[in-house]
């Protein structure tokens, strides 16, 4: 069973830095794309960035791009996500999300945590 568990949220301000992390269990990682995904209140979950574990390949939305770094760990099967230069608009919670390469879209989720930027 699949387990994700994200630390490190939290509030800042508007200029500042957080790093999450990623805890995943419950399977070989390597087969597996990590995703990061947010949801703002009020609006949908979006697309944050991703990381394939086995390459390291990895890519962003527009708008974290040049900001946030993805990354994993391999001894700590732990992915992170760096996040530089936040702005009041990054504000949301932050979900890790696992999907399997070669089956499908299915992913599974963390509970998620809070980042607030204040500005």
């Known amino acids: 069973q699949v387990q994700l568990v994200e630390s490190g949220g939290g509030l800042v301000q508007a200029g500042g830095s957080l790093r999450l992390s990623c805890a995943a269990s419950?399977?070989?990682?390597?087969?597996?794309?990590m995703d990061w995904f947010r949801q703002a209140p009020g609006k949908e979950r979006e697309f944050v960035a991703a990381?394939?574990?086995?390459?390291?390949?990895?890519n962003y939305a527009a708008s974290v791009k040049g900001r946030f770094t993805i990354s994993r760990d391999n001894a700590k099967n732990t992915v992170y996500l760096q996040m530089n230069s936040l702005k009041p608009e990054d504000t949301a919670v932050y979900y890790c999300?696992?999907?399997?390469?070669?089956?499908?879209?299915?992913?599974?989720w963390g509970q998620g945590t809070q980042v607030t930027v204040s500005s």
């Open positions: 990381i394939t574990w086995s390459t390291g390949y990895a």
């Open positions: 419950g399977s070989t990682f390597s087969r597996y794309v």
């Open positions: 999300a696992a999907r399997e390469i070669g089956l499908g879209s299915y992913r599974y």
